[in-house]
């Protein structure tokens, strides 16, 4: 072989190698390394539960990712992210990364309306995907628009109250009544007799033949377990006519004194109220004060009082109070104490007879009633009346017949009581016998 084709062949060869070197520098750079492992997630799927109006977080961790890539997706297929880069034009989204594999998406200020199925994907072939369903709880909201407000009732109607409630899940509604003390505290009692609770959790509160009674606040709580729980209070007023109450029917005082005169009256609505005398209304005057004071729920005290009372102001007062449902009327009589006094205190003593009830009678023989009179004197006589208004006996002129009724045993009663209690101590020792033999 010449010279000339040796150098030839040689260049040849190097021309050859230079490309081969060439052609895998190209490959190198342009085909990826594949991993000695595919990327996969901790978990393949997650449920992640969030109270509305806080930040949920949806994780997503990936080992051994390599030069693959990182996605999110919602339930509509719409990419929220790639890689740590928001997509979407919602600032509440954002990926953060607390290590190297975490792939979190951060939804911050989460609403209901973000509820649902989001995919945290790699773009491997075939694509591997990690699903998270989110889960929003939304805390019990009364809706007002569609629930009762105060209600204004007569007596013996129905009432319906009506507690409209929203929240995730579906909230519990519970009924409470609470009653105003005498100081104005509240407090909880039980439900007006006659109530009956409507609908799946009791929306729906129903009070048949409602009463006076039954007028108070009642309350309705929605609790879902999610905090905070709702509440909404619905006031029932029961419309009564009026009732009046006297605490004495008669009052007495002496000339030139005061007194007052008071009568209780219960209604609602509250009544016109008054005190008339011979058919005029009475109002404060130098002679009389009229006084009004609440005692109870419904309930007020209407008093009189009335000065330096003189014969005129004695006789019939009469105590009113009407509203539009009717009326009610009571009479308290207010009379002279010292001239009732004097005629109690002037009434004859008529004597005090006791006839003795252990005198046998006898058929046939004349009947004889004994009568004991005890004198001021302590001086005691015995009369007998052998006949109806016929009266005998010995007595002392000097000393009056009017006094106490004295009592005087017969030998033949005590020897009968005698024999009476021997034959009962008898009864009981033979019981005692009896019962220590046995």
Known sequence: MSLIQRTAMFTWCQLTAFCVTLYISIVKTTVPV????????DMPMVNVTVKERNTAVLPCSVSSLGSYQVVWTDQVSTLLTFEDR???????LSVERPYTRDWNLHIRDVRYSDQGIYNCQINTSPVKIKTINLIVQVPSKILDHLSSTDVVVREGETVTLVCNVTGTPQPTVTWYRLSSSSKGSEKQSELCPGSDKVGVNGEVLVIHNVTRFCGDSYECVAYNNVAPPANKLIKVYVEFAPEIYLPNKRIGQERGKETILECTVTAFPHAVSMW????????????YRVEAYDEEKNKLTLSLRVFNIQDSDFGAYKCIAENPLGSDEEIMYLYDYAEQYKSSSTTPITPSTT???????VHGQEETHHVYVKSTASHEHKLSMNKPGAWSGAKDPGQPRIGIVVNEKRRNTAS???VQRLFVGMTLIVYFIVMILL
Do not use: A, C, M, V
Not at 86 to 92: G, L, M, P, S
Not at 276 to 287: A, N, R
Not at 355 to 361: C, G, I, K, S, T
């Open 276 to 287: 008339q005398k011979d058919g005029i209304k009475l109002t404060t005057s130098p002679k």
């Open 355 to 361: 006839l003795n009830p252990y005198e046998p009678h």
């Open 34 to 41: 594949l991993p000695s492992h595919e990327p996969k997630f």
């Open 86 to 92: 928001r997509i979407i034009d919602d600032e509440r």
């Open 416 to 418: 009968t009581y005698r």
